[in-house]
């Protein structure tokens, strides 16, 4: 009896090694994956049926790529978890009929102000903001809505040029690196900087979840942690199988309503909220899967595979999610940062370690040259990072904190030229 023929997905960039090789390798389980990037396959080859090399991530030129796909044996779906490419990949995927979520709906993810507009208009909880176009408009609003408040721009991710402002004397300074990261972002016509009310109340959160046909499903809850005030560099996350947050009506009409609101078609969104004692309220929604490992943490704690997932919903298959009665138990991560801005010379990373029931191991994440640091300066800079998974969450983030703790590392110079890990998109992490 001969193997039922795979269906094949392009995949628009594939991020760093580092961060999303178990996503390729998770989505290559049940689909043939066609790469379309600006180099050439390397440490993917193995995962792939082909690839296609372009010279830049332009909308003509990943169009003119998938049309040969659909020509020469056809395509069955685009998947894209990279932020910057995640419009152009949604674009291309209207204009050959295949699923997407749509051109409004994936704006409405990118652009943090469209977004914050049609939140208003559907009467969703979130914080009071207006987009900027200078300084003393920023000026002006913040004192409307008072001290603190926060400067983002208004296309990226990952927290980067996010800042919290406590007085009149810091918003300039922000506000400029914001508008300078908005600049860099994966479309620069979406100027301007949002400046918004800082939800000072409750714990942050992450769900990761399905909407399709107009229905959302939540995979999973990360419970965040983040660092490094004034900015708010995401410095550890934590999945519980059992978080009783997968189960919330008002936390599901929310976010079933705020899909609806931005206009999201079928994808998988990476969703960021405040718990307040008035209910949740909707930091920002980004339409892809969520980086810094979370998904990873969900393949621990709960045996789900978000790679091959955002591969069915790219192809408009059924989504098999394990059963919730597997209650497989918690998985921690947490980063480690240099106390200053450095280029390594070489990282040591700690012996894998038990407490409890709770197995941890660290790996290394920057190499020698790369450069590593702090914010402003730098984001997601980080040395290394430790993970824990078991039954009890609070051995899980008790040992993966204690393991990030004992890297060590080497010092080229104080500064100089590298690689800056902290370069690294939010796709790829």
């Not at 023929?5 to 389980?29: H, M, V, W």
């Not at 030129?61 to 978890?81: H, N, P, S």
Request: net charge negative.
């Amino acid at each position: 009896m001969m193997a039922q023929e795979l269906k094949c997905l392009a995949l628009i960039g594939c991020g760093d090694e580092r961060y999303r090789s178990y996503l390729l390798e998770q989505i290559s389980e049940g689909y043939d994956i066609w790469l379309i990037d600006t180099a050439e396959p390397t440490w993917q080859r193995t995962r792939l049926r082909g690839a296609t090399r372009i010279e830049a991530f332009r909308p003509d030129l990943i169009e003119a790529a998938v049309a040969d796909l659909m020509q020469d044996g056809g395509l069955d779906g685009i998947v894209c978890w990279d932020e910057r490419y995640v419009l152009v990949a949604a674009d291309c995927a209207a204009l050959f009929r295949l699923p997407t979520p749509g051109a409004l709906g994936i704006r409405g993810c990118r652009d943090k102000a469209l977004c914050r507009t049609r939140l208003t208009e559907a009467g969703l909880p979130q914080p009071r903001s207006r987009q900027c176009y200078d300084a003393e408009d920023a000026a002006s609003f913040a004192e409307t809505v008072g001290y603190s408040c926060v400067v983002k721009p208004r296309d990226m991710g990952g927290s980067i040029g996010v800042a919290l402002v406590t007085g009149p004397a810091d918003l300039r300074q922000a506000f400029g690196r914001a508008q300078a990261a908005s600049r860099s972002g994966s479309d620069r016509s979406l100027t301007g900087v949002l400046v918004e009310e800082f939800i000072a109340e409750g714990p942050e959160i992450s769900i990761d979840g399905i909407y399709f046909s107009g229905r959302y499903t939540p995979l999973f809850v990360g419970r965040k942690s983040v660092g490094m005030a004034p900015f708010f560099e995401e410095i550890a996350h934590l999945v519980d199988a059992a978080d009783p947050l997968l189960d919330d009506a008002v936390l599901r009409d929310v976010l079933n309503r705020a899909h609806a609101a931005i206009c999201f078609g079928d994808g998988i969104t990476h969703t960021e909220l405040k718990l307040t004692a008035n209910g949740p309220v909707i930091i920002e929604i980004n339409g892809r899967l969520g980086g810094d490992f979370i998904p990873w943490l969900a393949t621990l704690a709960m045996g789900m595979r978000p790679g091959l997932l955002a591969g069915q919903v790219a192809a408009g298959d059924p989504v098999t999610l394990p059963s919730r009665g597997a209650g497989r138990g918690c998985a921690a991560i947490a980063f480690r940062y240099p106390d200053r801005n450095l280029t390594v010379a070489e990282v040591m990373a700690p012996e894998a370690r038990i407490l409890g029931l709770a197995q941890g191991s660290a790996t290394r994440l920057a190499r020698p040259g790369d450069i590593v640091g702090l914010p402003p300066e730098h984001h997601l800079g980080r040395v290394g990072y430790a993970i824990a998974h078991g039954p009890d969450p609070a051995d899980c983030v008790t040992l993966a904190a204690s393991l990030a703790t004992e890297f060590d590392w080497r010092a080229a110079t104080p500064s100089g030229t590298g690689t800056t890990v902290g370069a690294l998109s939010t796709s790829e992490i």
